[in-house]
């Protein structure tokens, strides 16, 4: 039955945006983060989104649910700071920074908020009609 | 076909192409960040046509029991997007919000028609 089906969708949903906000949360953890060399700077994660084809019971096919494919980490360069002071300089007193963008953060933080509660509105709503369904000519 | 089937005629059948409908939003709305993920939504109008052609199991014995309309066959178009995107996502979740809640009133709207149905044929059985 789709409707049930929606439910499961909704689910997937909330779930990809979890790993979602999970990432970002650990990108902010990491603003002002340091290391020694370029390789061992923290660089921002972004999880990457896959479309999967639900199979359900019946023969039909259903609605394309979402699944987290892979994390992939910013290519962006990590900026050198002259800090010769810092335990973890290099020979040369530079310390490499994270290359997290704040900003970028949060407004990818409310994005991924809004998708959340699109989702859980989603489920909400095909719960409500499969109640009206199941409580048809009851009244 | 049965005298309830006759009596509830076409919106059964309504109300699953709009369940599948939701579905196929929902599924949009879950893939609003996929790269690459080209929103779809069902052709109401040749999902309902294919439906109405003889797509029930033939009831040969007394004991088989009828199937319900079931849509075997896909009505699935792509929906084109008002504006493009740089990863090829067509997913407009404003629009697809709409869809959604569009598909659930008319699934309610066939659901109320059908009990309509349903509730006069009781008054015939009743007599009353």
């Known amino acids: 039955m789709s409707l049930s089906n929606i439910l499961k969708l909704a689910g997937g949903a909330l779930n990809a945006q979890t790993v979602r906000l999970n990432t970002i949360a650990s990108n902010l953890a990491n603003v002002e983060t340091v290391a020694s060399s370029e390789a061992q700077a923290y660089r921002a994660k972004r999880p990457v989104f896959a479309s999967v084809l639900e199979q359900a019971s019946d023969q039909l096919q259903s609605g394309f649910g979402v699944k987290v494919q892979s994390i992939a980490e910013t290519n962006r360069i990590n900026a050198q700071v002259f800090d010769p002071n810092n335990p973890l300089a290099d020979a040369a007193g530079y310390v490499y920074r994270s290359n997290v963008n704040p900003l970028e953060e949060m407004t990818d933080m409310l994005d991924a908020a809004r998708s959340y509660e699109t989702a859980i509105t989603t489920a909400s709503t095909a719960r409500e009609l499969m109640m009206r369904t199941i409580d048809m000519n009851t009244k | ?128």
């Open chain 2, 1 to 128: 076909m049965s005298t309830i089937d006759k009596a509830l005629g076409v919106f059964p059948t309504a109300a699953a192409v709009q369940a599948r409908r939701l579905e196929v939003i929902a599924g949009n709305i879950a893939n609003a960040t996929t790269p690459n993920y080209r929103a779809r939504d069902v052709d109401f109008k040749r999902a309902l046509a294919e439906a109405g052609d003889d797509m029930r199991l033939s009831v040969t014995h007394a004991k088989h029991v009828e199937t319900p309309e079931q849509l075997t066959r896909d009505a699935l178009m792509f929906r084109v997007p008002l504006a493009p995107s740089r990863d090829g996502n067509t997913v407009e979740t404003h629009i697809e919000e709409a869809a959604y809640g569009d598909a659930a009133g008319r699934y309610l709207a066939a659901l109320r028609f059908a009990e309509g149905a349903l509730s006069g044929l009781r008054k015939a059985y009743r007599g009353d």
